[in-house]
C-alpha cells in the first residue's frame, strides 16, 4: 500500500485495541511488552492470560500479554498451535469532538507459535499456504481495513542453514484490490532457544517479523529498537 495523504488535521487519535472478536474490542494502552521498571507493582492490571505447561512459552507469554489476547492449544484448518495471539490496531482523526471522527483505519495481527523437533522448508511453506487461505476467510476487504499480518514463529531443537536462508529472505506482502482495501503480510520466525535460563540461544525472522524479540528470552526486549513494530509501522505507514 503506498501511503494515505498527507494533510493531517490535528488531533489525531491513534489508539490500541484488545481484540475480542469481529464486533468486540476494548480501548487499552499502546503495546508494551512490559510494565514501566519503576511502577508499583500492586498498582499493575495483569490481563488473563492462559498457563502453559511450557516453561519457555509460559515466559514467552509475559512478554506478549500487555499487547496481545492469547490463547494455547489453537487449532485452525487442521494445524495446531501451542499459542495464538491477536492484536488490533486503530486510528483515526477527528476535528472538535470524538463523535467527529473520519478517516479511520485498522491493522491486525495473528501470531500463531508452536513446538517442533525440526524447522524444515517444507513445514514453512505449508504455514505460508495457510496464511493465504486465512487472509480470505478472515480479512474484510473495507476502505477501513489497512493491514493484516499472519506471523508464524517455530520453536525447533536448532535451525538447519536451508530454513535459516528460507527466513532470512523471506518478504511477502499481498495487496487487496491494488490496495484499495489495504494489505496483508506473511512473517517468518524460527528460533532454538538452549533452555530457559541458560542465557543463549539462536533465532531468525523475516524482515517484519518484530514479535521475535518475545521469543529470544536470553536478550532484553529492545526499548527503542531500530525496526519498528506493527504499532509504529501502522502509524509511520499510514502518514506517508
Not at 16 to 27: L, W
Not at 128 to 157: K, M, N, P, Y
Not at 175 to 192: E, I, P, S
Amino acid at each position: 500500500m503506498s501511503g494515505r495523504d498527507s494533510d493531517v488535521e490535528d488531533p489525531v487519535a491513534d489508539r490500541i485495541v484488545e481484540d475480542d472478536g469481529p464486533d468486540g474490542g476494548a480501548d487499552v494502552d499502546p503495546p508494551a511488552t512490559a510494565p514501566a521498571a519503576d511502577a508499583d507493582a500492586t498498582d499493575v492490571e495483569y490481563p488473563e492470560v492462559p498457563d502453559w505447561d511450557d516453561e519457555y512459552l509460559d515466559r514467552v507469554s509475559d512478554r506478549l500479554m500487555f499487547s496481545y489476547d492469547l490463547e494455547r492449544d489453537y487449532r485452525v484448518r487442521g494445524e495446531g498451535f501451542d499459542l495464538y495471539g491477536r492484536l488490533l490496531v486503530e486510528s483515526q482523526k477527528q476535528l472538535w469532538h470524538p463523535s467527529l471522527n473520519y478517516a479511520n483505519h485498522e491493522s491486525r495481527e495473528h501470531l500463531f507459535a508452536r513446538r517442533v523437533g525440526t524447522a524444515t522448508v517444507a513445514e514453512l511453506d505449508r504455514l505460508v499456504s495457510l496464511a493465504h487461505d486465512l487472509a480470505g476467510e478472515w480479512i474484510e476487504r473495507t476502505e477501513e481495513h489497512f493491514g493484516t499480518d499472519f506471523t508464524f514463529v517455530l520453536v525447533a531443537d536448532g535451525i538447519p542453514d536451508d530454513v535459516r536462508e528460507y527466513v532470512a529472505g523471506f518478504d511477502e506482502r499481498t495487496l487487496l484490490r491494488f490496495g484499495y482495501y489495504g494489505h496483508y503480510r506473511v512473517n517468518l520466525a524460527v528460533v532454538a532457544p538452549e533452555g530457559v535460563g541458560t542465557g543463549s540461544g539462536d533465532a531468525v525472522a523475516s524482515a517484519e517479523a518484530d514479535v521475535v524479540d518475545a521469543f529470544t528470552l536470553w536478550r532484553e526486549v529492545p526499548v527503542d529498537r531500530g525496526t519498528p513494530g506493527l504499532f509504529q509501522r501502522f502509524v509511520r505507514r499510514l502518514w506517508e
